[in-house]
């Protein structure tokens, strides 16, 4: 194990980055774009966007790093004497709460509730008014604690 500890670490690092890097994209333009469109057009854009974000690339990343993450835990936990040990421990604890958790725990519901909702009525306005500043508050938590966590792995493999 701990001959593939770097080897994780790393693989964690690229996949924080990885999906920092595409929730960064929604938080600095995509979601800005998507505002600027007429609301039934901006429901229809984001719901397509999240069918077509649901690939075997993307949930790998987004996924597959947080899997990382749980052993990454494990072995910061039985080996914490090492002082890297501690930037190990804060990135996978960072990244599996403020990606997979937060994903699953807010901006699915949301978009959940966004495709349940008849884009062209009253209350598809006012469901996508809630969803474009819950949505993007919690895509700015998915950003920075992905950056933070990918700083956080290549500090422990320094």
């Known amino acids: 194990m701990t001959k593939l500890l770097p080897t994780l670490t790393f693989v964690a690092a ?21 505002v600027r469109l007429p609301v039934p057009t901006g429901i229809a854009a984001m719901n397509s966007i999240n069918i077509t974000v649901i ?6 990343a987004l996924f597959g790093t947080g899997l990382i993450c749980l052993v990454l835990i494990a072995a910061a936990l039985l080996g914490w004497s090492h002082s890297r040990t501690y930037w190990l421990f804060a990135g996978a604890v960072l990244y599996l709460v403020g990606n ?17 909702v008849d884009p062209a009525s009253s ?36």
């Open 14 to 34: 690229i996949g924080s980055g990885v999906v920092g890097g595409v929730f960064f994209a929604f938080s600095t333009f995509v979601m800005a774009a998507l």
């Open 55 to 60: 690939t075997p690339t993307f949930m790998t």
């Open 100 to 116: 997979p958790i937060v994903t699953m725990a807010f901006n699915v519901p949301l978009n959940d509730a966004l495709a349940a």
């Open 123 to 158: 209350n598809g306005a006012a469901v996508w008014a809630n969803h474009l500043s819950q949505w993007v508050m919690w895509n700015h938590v998915r950003t920075i604690t992905a950056i933070v966590a990918m700083a956080c792995f290549i500090f422990a493999l320094l």
